[in-house]
Structure formats: structure tokens, C-alpha cells
């Protein structure tokens, strides 16, 4: 094996852990901004559900005062 071919191939094997460093920068870019959009997806569903949960609970609420006033009503009534 020639001197030229030994330094083309340690060139091309220097080159390939460039790529390589750069994809593993990429994909670990790309995992922590994914990680990051789920986190607040998960906020967002979460926050929907306490504002579902704070519906539910004001509609019971409003539905028991009308069916207290109904019955106070027919009592004195």
C-alpha cells in the first residue's frame, strides 16, 4: 500500500467521524427539542384538563344552588 493511499484513507476515516460527530450533534438537537414539545404538549393537556375539571365543577355547583332554590321555593311556596 502506498504512502498516498494510507493518507487518503486516514482523510476519509477523519472525514467520516465529522459526519458522524455532526449527526450525533443532530439527533441529540433533534431528541431535546422533541423532548421539549412533548413536555409542553403534556402542559397544554394538562391545563385542559383542570379547565374541564373546573366546568364540570361549576356546572354541579350551579346545578345543586337550582335544585336547592326549587326546593326552598316549594317549601315556603
Do not use: C, H, P, W
Amino acid at each position: 500500500m502506498s504512502i498516498l493511499t494510507r493518507e487518503n484513507d486516514r482523510e476519509i476515516a477523519r472525514l467520516q467521524r465529522e459526519v458522524d460527530e455532526t449527526k450525533r450533534k443532530q439527533d441529540l438537537m433533534i431528541a431535546n427539542e422533541k423532548q421539549a414539545a412533548d413536555s409542553l404538549n403534556a402542559e397544554k393537556q394538562r391545563n385542559m384538563s383542570l379547565e374541564l375539571d373546573v366546568t364540570r365543577y361549576k356546572q354541579e355547583r350551579e346545578q345543586y344552588f337550582d335544585e336547592l332554590f326549587v326546593s326552598y321555593t316549594s317549601d315556603i311556596g
